[in-house]
């Protein structure tokens, strides 16, 4: 069936520096690339998307990088802050049906 | 305004018994999504309700999980009998269309998911 391949599943670095997370997706129908952040206790909370007709899309201090040709998405954070500590999903899909990544664990160390 | 809301947050029960998990999405969204995760795994759709109407129910694992929107409104997942393997978060999200200038914009809101433990 079809899958969204996420790496690394555990990511640790220093306040300050950038954290880049990779998704490959497998449905070359895929559209629709969401990112979500999920904090202790909480629910995934989208925190920035992409769509198919775009390469790059950034808000502050995260970006997300779209390869159509490649099947691949990628979610850059820079200058992170201690908030930015969580788990990150990735998915692809369309609009309705979403095919979701294991989950990045974002560690920052102060 | 309020969020997706689920109950309950935890439950344990043993193999065999039943669980009714509860969503209540945001108020006015017709699209209800039920989710799962085992641990440390992808999060995997089981089901998308519109309104009240099942409109894809392919990722359910087997009939012994049972989902209902009576009224359009909140939504209940039956587990019954449970099994171990049925352990995991469930997660409730719900949606409204928008137009946007680049399409049709369908954000999904999350609940802070029903941790389900089975022994």
């Known amino acids: 069936g079809e899958n969204v391949e996420q790496h690394p599943s555990t990511l640790s670095v220093q306040e300050g520096d950038s954290a880049v997370i990779k998704c490959t997706y497998s449905d070359s129908a895929s559209n629709y690339f969401p990112w979500y952040k999920q904090e202790l206790g909480k629910g995934p909370q989208l925190i920035i998307d992409i769509r198919s007709n775009v390469g790059e899309k950034k808000d502050q201090r995260i970006a997300v990088t779209l390869n159509k040709t490649a099947k691949h998405f990628s979610l850059h954070i820079t200058e992170t802050q201690p908030e930015d500590s969580a788990v990150y999903f990735c998915?692809?899909?369309?609009?309705?049906?979403?095919?979701w990544g294991a989950g990045t664990k974002l560690i920052i160390k102060p | 305004e309020a969020g997706v809301t689920q109950f309950p947050s935890h439950s344990v029960i043993e193999k065999g018994q039943t669980v009714t998990l509860r969503c209540d999405p945001i108020?006015?969204?017709?699209?209800l999504y039920w989710y799962r995760r085992v641990m440390g795994k992808e999060i995997k759709f089981l089901l998308h309700?519109?309104?009240?109407?099942?409109?894809?129910e392919s990722g359910m694992p087997n009939n012994r999980f049972l989902a209902e929107r009576t009224g359009g409104t909140y939504s209940t997942l039956k587990v019954q009998p449970a099994e171990l393997e049925d352990s995991g978060v469930y997660f409730c999200?719900?949606?409204?269309?928008?137009?946007?200038?680049?399409?049709?914009?369908?954000?999904?809101?999350f609940g802070p998911g029903t941790r389900l433990t089975v022994l």
């Open positions: 999200a719900s949606s409204q269309v928008v137009a946007g200038a680049t399409g049709a914009y369908n954000e999904q809101f």
């Open positions: 998915a692809g899909g369309s609009n309705y049906q979403l095919i």
């Open positions: 309700f519109v309104k009240e109407s099942k409109q894809d």
């Open positions: 108020s006015g969204h017709d699209n």
